[in-house]
Each structure stands twice: as C-alpha cells, then as structure tokens.
Nanobody, 112 residues
Framework: VQLVESGGGLVQPGGSLILSCVAS????????IAWYRQAPGKQREFIAS??????TYADSVKGRFTISRNNPRNTGYLEMNNLRPEDTAVYYC????????WGQGTQVTVSS
C-alpha cells in the first residue's frame, strides 16, 4: 500500500492550496480518508475526515478547508482556503478502515 501526497508549497496568508493523496495497492473506495498535520515541536493533529458518518473538521479549519475524494482516480483531496501562518505544517493523508495507512507528508508553509 502506498499513499503519495502532493500539492504543498509556500503560499502567502490568505492564499489557497489543494493537496492530493494518491493511493495504490488497496481498494481505495472501501476505505475512509482523513488529513492530519504536524507543526514543528507539536503533536500531529486531526484536520478533517470523510467517512460513512459524513464530514468532520477540526474547529481550527472549519469553513476554510474542504475534504473530498475521487474514487475512480484513487485520490483524496484537501482544499485549503484563506490560509494563515498557523496553518504551516507537514500535512499527512490517512486512509483507514481497521487497517491504517499514512502518506509521507507534504510541507505547507504560509508566510509573507
């Protein structure tokens, strides 16, 4: 199983990015998907998930970030708008359903 994130980079405050997570080696459509992030010196924190129960967002990103997926493309997305400096972190894709799989992370830096 492999999850490959992309789409990170340097963006100014107020800007937008779309992160992608391409899955291989599993039947992607059967799994739930989530995004986490980890800032320097901090623990990894939950950002958003898309499960059978619906969409869930951390309060810190609610209204700014949107999680989605495209099953035929085996891809999950995290659209991030109105980015703030405190959103700077490495962002990780998580695919789970009993088993738990993680990507390698993609760096997002929000700075002027």
């Amino acid at each position: 199983v492999q999850l490959v994130e992309s789409g990170g980079g340097l963006v100014q405050p107020g800007g937008s990015l779309i992160l992608s997570c391409v899955a291989s080696g599993l039947n992607f459509s059967l799994y739930y998907i989530a995004w986490y992030r980890q800032a320097p010196g901090k623990q990894r924190e939950f950002i958003a998930s898309l499960t059978r129960g619906g969409l869930t967002y951390a309060d810190s990103v609610k209204g700014r970030f949107t999680i989605s997926r495209n099953n035929p493309r085996n891809t999950g997305y995290l659209e991030m708008n109105n980015l703030r400096p405190e959103d700077t972190a490495v962002y990780y894709c998580n695919v789970f359903l009993g088993e738990n799989y993680w990507g390698q992370g993609t760096q997002v830096t929000v700075s002027s």
